[in-house]
């Protein structure tokens, strides 16, 4: 499956996703033709490359030893500028110029450092993504949003720098940890609730076959989040409107994190947040009450966490809601949903009423 992603905006214009469970093969000979003569330099998440490379060489990729594959130890604690430099000090010294290309091989944590590092580096190279987990193939590789966290908060730090291509085989996953898988599988559920009913169905339908990595099943809700996402940031490159849907769950989900000290993963965060916006949705009188059900079974399927801890105080997460930087100004605005399948962004909404939804929530 080819997905062609156009998008207004300096060179490069255009994202090339190209999902199958036969897109590992074509890598090597896909990045030679798009390099046109350009080096490419390959940055892998060390515990991925542990895991894959001797498939890599296989695959007749290159190794650390030829001195074009730079690892490094990917973890949320390491997004941050000091792995940027790491990187482009390993870069320079290896003979990268401004005709070079970087390939990210590794999660959302490796795709979003080397894509920071290509659009700064030397004023901007280009690169290719290679995501490995499920989080990356569904949500972080496609959009060209890039970042590093600091000490205040994540992604604080960033830019739009879009892949020239991206490179999906939901074959990576064999070896993704249950817990790994289960963060992409909010964001998945999460494309579903914004508009995909169908994908929705094949979800709840599909948990065993999801769970074991049958490669079909996986194919099946990648391109399909795939696909939603390209839609969605195609109408709306940079935020300036419509991408907002993409917050679904979010809004508290970034509050929980934050207030957990991320001991709550990001997916998992979500599926509370998620389960806050129906929660809201529904006392506005618009989800209906089998729908919210069905969310919040979906999630227990999926051992996500549909409680907010007792630990955590309803006003704390307003708290941390009117710190966050995607509030727009004093308005508290959410994304709801409205049934499967549908959302609507609404600017209305009432501290007291976002409280009493967590109280609700919230562990007994
Ligand atoms: N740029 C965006 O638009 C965007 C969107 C969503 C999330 N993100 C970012 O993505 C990051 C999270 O991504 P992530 O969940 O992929 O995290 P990650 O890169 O840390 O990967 C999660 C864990 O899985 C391991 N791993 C990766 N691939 C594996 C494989 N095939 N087999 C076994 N283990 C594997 C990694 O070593 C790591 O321990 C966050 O920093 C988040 O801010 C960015
Ligand atoms: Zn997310």
């Known amino acids: 499956m080819k997905i062609d992603l156009s998008l207004p905006g300096s060179p490069p214009r255009t994202s090339e996703i ?97 894509g920071f590092a290509a659009s700064i580096y030397m004023r901007g190279i280009p690169h290719f993504q290679v995501p490995t987990t499920l989080l990356a193939q569904v949500d972080s590789s496609v959009g060209g949003k890039t970042g590093v966290d600091l000490p205040e908060g994540k992604n604080l730090l960033g830019t739009f720098h879009q892949p020239t291509r991206v490179w999906v085989d939901p074959r990576w996953l064999v070896t993704l940890p249950e817990a790994e898988l289960r963060q992409g599988m909010a964001e998945v559920i999460k494309s579903a609730i914004i508009g995909d009913e169908v994908l929705w ?61 991320y001991r709550l993963k990001h997916g998992d965060a979500v599926a509370v947040g998620m389960l806050a916006a129906a929660g809201l949705s529904r006392r506005m009188g618009m989800m209906p009450a089998g729908d919210a059900e069905r969310l919040e079974r979906l999630c227990e399927q999926w051992a996500m966490p549909v409680r907010v801890p007792a630990d955590i105080r309803p006003e704390a997460v307003i708290d941390a809601i009117r710190a966050d930087k995607k509030r727009i100004g004093d308005r508290l605005h959410f994304i709801l949903p409205v049934r499967i399948g549908e959302v609507v962004e609404r600017t209305d909404i009432d501290y007291d009423e976002l409280r009493d939804v967590l109280a609700h929530l919230r562990e007994k």
């Open 18 to 114: 190209s999902i199958g469970d036969d897109v590992l093969e074509t890598i090597a000979g896909g990045l030679e033709d798009a390099l046109r003569g350009r080096a490419a330099y390959w940055i892998w998440d060390e515990a991925v490359w542990n895991l894959w490379g001797r498939r890599a060489a296989e695959l007749g990729w290159p190794e650390p030893a030829g001195g074009r594959v730079i690892l490094f130890a990917a973890s949320e604690p390491n997004k941050r500028m000091a792995s940027v430099e790491f990187l482009a000090r390993r870069l320079v010294n290896a003979g990268a110029t401004r005709d070079s290309a970087l390939v990210a091989v590794g999660g959302g944590v490796t795709g979003d450092i080397v």
């Open 201 to 261: 169905k094949f979800v709840e339908n599909n948990g065993q076959n999801l769970r074991r990595r049958d490669p079909e099943a996986l194919l099946r809700i990648i391109s399909a989040s795939c696909l939603l996402k390209t839609r969605v940031v195609e109408a709306d490159e940079k935020e300036a409107g419509y991408r907002r849907v993409l917050n679904l769950g979010h809004t508290v989900g970034h509050a929980l994190e934050k207030l957990t000290g």
